[in-house]
């Protein structure tokens, strides 16, 4: 469809995926949100079909003005856990380091999206990106930096080699996990100098991967997290449950196997955030509990994830189900099977 990537409301008109009478609104909702889809995601994209669940995810919507009360610019709490620019220091034993402040893509859901964008520059400062490297570096109890942004492989291979040797140099920091939608947005970025930039001497380096439909793991998406697995990096995947993308069994069930044919094991799957302007992508929990509970047993066991949800105002993330078991006490436990039928299960048998 298009060799470059599409950024502006004209852009997304010549390219057929928005009618020209809305700009007017579109622009204003550009102008409050980053707009950017790949070359790769928009041939995804069928101008005719108003459901297309890539378009949903890519294309701006006039609904993102709407703002509900309960929606927060920091739906997940960052801002209170953050000690320095960068880091996200909320859990004892690992921190957050947004070295980026752009990505491939921006998605219309994005539970940082008053965070990310060009207008905010594209990495963090080198002085700040030192003063994040020293807290981590005062900190022996950080075993884990979870890199993220924006989109962390936006940055060079040079630039990603420079930031890898400084954390392989802190004895305390044993894990490295980058947070990503690079291999399925612009899989032609992951080269092989990308996959040695990445690896950290001495340290385990994982990759996770955010897609959200099955669709996006194209034979070029596949083959990029394929360099990635073959240098040695284990991924995961995160997903986002998404209205009209991913909340239907079938859909989340195949994306999940997508994940796991291409050698990614499914890791989380995000209660969609309270982010401004993103209610027409939000399903409830018992919807999201009726969708896991259509994949266990049907599907196999390396393709489940845990259905997770950011607690709004920074108490972190917990699992929300659903659940299999019931009762205790002097009681039996309930145990449900995955075709719902009941059985018992003496307590303190196990004690
Ligand atoms: S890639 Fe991640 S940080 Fe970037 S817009 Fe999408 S959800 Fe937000």
Known sequence: MTAETLRTTGDLMKAGLVAPDGLAALDEVAGRYAVAITP?????????????????QFVPHVAELDTLPEEDADPIGDDRHSPVEGIVHRYPDRVLLKVAHVCPVYCRFCFRRERVGPARGKALAPEALEAALAYIRSRPEIWEVVL????????????????????????HVKVLRWHTRVPVAQPDRVTDDLACALKADGKATYIVL??????????????????????????????????????????????????????????????????????????????????????????????????????????????????????????????????????GYPPGASD
């Open 40 to 56: 790769a995601m928009a041939e995804l994209i069928d101008p005719h079909d108003p459901d297309n669940p890539i378009a949903r």
């Open 148 to 171: 993220t942004g924006g989109d962390p492989l936006v940055l060079s291979p040079r630039r990603i080699r420079r930031l890898v040797a400084a954390l392989a140099a802190i004895d």
């Open 210 to 343: 955010h897609a959200n439909h099955p669709r996006e793991l194209t034979p070029a998406a596949r083959a990029a997290c394929g360099r990635l697995v073959d240098a040695g990096i284990p991924m995961l995947s995160q997903s986002v449950l998404l209205r009209g993308v991913n909340d239907d069994p079938g859909t989340l069930a195949g994306l999940l196997r997508a994940f796991v044919e291409t050698r990614i094991k499914p890791y989380y799957l995000h209660h969609a955030d309270l982010a401004p302007g993103t209610s027409r992508f939000r399903t409830s929990i018992a919807e999201g509990q009726r969708l896991m509970r259509s994949l266990r047993g049907r599907v196999s066991g390396l393709c489940q994830p845990t259905y997770v949800l950011d607690i709004p105002g920074g108490y972190g993330k917990s699992p929300i189900g659903p659940s299999y078991v019931t009762g205790a006490g002097d009681e039996q436990y309930r145990v449900e099977d995955y075709e719902g039928g009941q059985h």
